[in-house]
C-alpha cells in the first residue's frame, strides 16, 4: 500500500483544514487507516483512526469533538476534518494503514506510512 497524505497548510487558531490521504492498492477496505502527528522535538502521537469495514472510529482526547475522521473504500481515500485548530495542533499529520486487529492507537502497529502533511495553527 502507497499513501499520500495532502491538505496541510498555515492556519489561524479557531480555523479548519481537511487532510487527505490517497492510498493505491486493491485491499484498502480491508485496512484500518490512521492519523498521526509529530511536532517539532515530540514524540509520533496518535490522532485518529478508523477500521475498514464497519468504519468504527477511535480518537486522541486531545482531539475528540474537534476532528473527524472518515473513509470512502471506492475512492481508497481517508480524510480527517480538523475544526476548532489550535496551536498545539502544529505538526506533521502522517497517515498509516494497519492490519485490523493488530493496528491501534500505537503507531508502531501500522505498516504502511505515507510522507507527512505540515500543519501550521498561527495564535
Known amino acids: 500500500v502507497q499513501l499520500q497524505a495532502s491538505g496541510g497548510g498555515l492556519v489561524q487558531a479557531g480555523g479548519s483544514l481537511r487532510l487527505s490521504c490517497a492510498a493505491s492498492?486493491?485491499?484498502?477496505?480491508?485496512?484500518?487507516m490512521g492519523w498521526f502527528r509529530q511536532a517539532p522535538g515530540k514524540e509520533r502521537e496518535f490522532v485518529a483512526f478508523?477500521?475498514?469495514?464497519?468504519?468504527?472510529?477511535s480518537y486522541a482526547d486531545s482531539v475528540k469533538g474537534r476532528f473527524t475522521i472518515s473513509r470512502d473504500n471506492a475512492k481508497n481515500t481517508v480524510w480527517l476534518q480538523m475544526n476548532s485548530l489550535k496551536p498545539e495542533d502544529t505538526a506533521v499529520y502522517y497517515c498509516?494503514?494497519?492490519?485490523?486487529?493488530?493496528?491501534?492507537?500505537?503507531?508502531?502497529?501500522?505498516?504502511?506510512w505515507g510522507p507527512g502533511t505540515l500543519v501550521t495553527v498561527s495564535s
Open positions: 498509516a494503514a494497519g492490519v485490523p486487529g493488530r493496528a491501534n492507537t500505537a503507531w508502531r502497529s501500522y505498516d504502511y
Open positions: 492498492g486493491r485491499t484498502f477496505s480491508s485496512y484500518v
Open positions: 478508523i477500521t475498514g469495514r464497519d468504519g468504527y472510529r
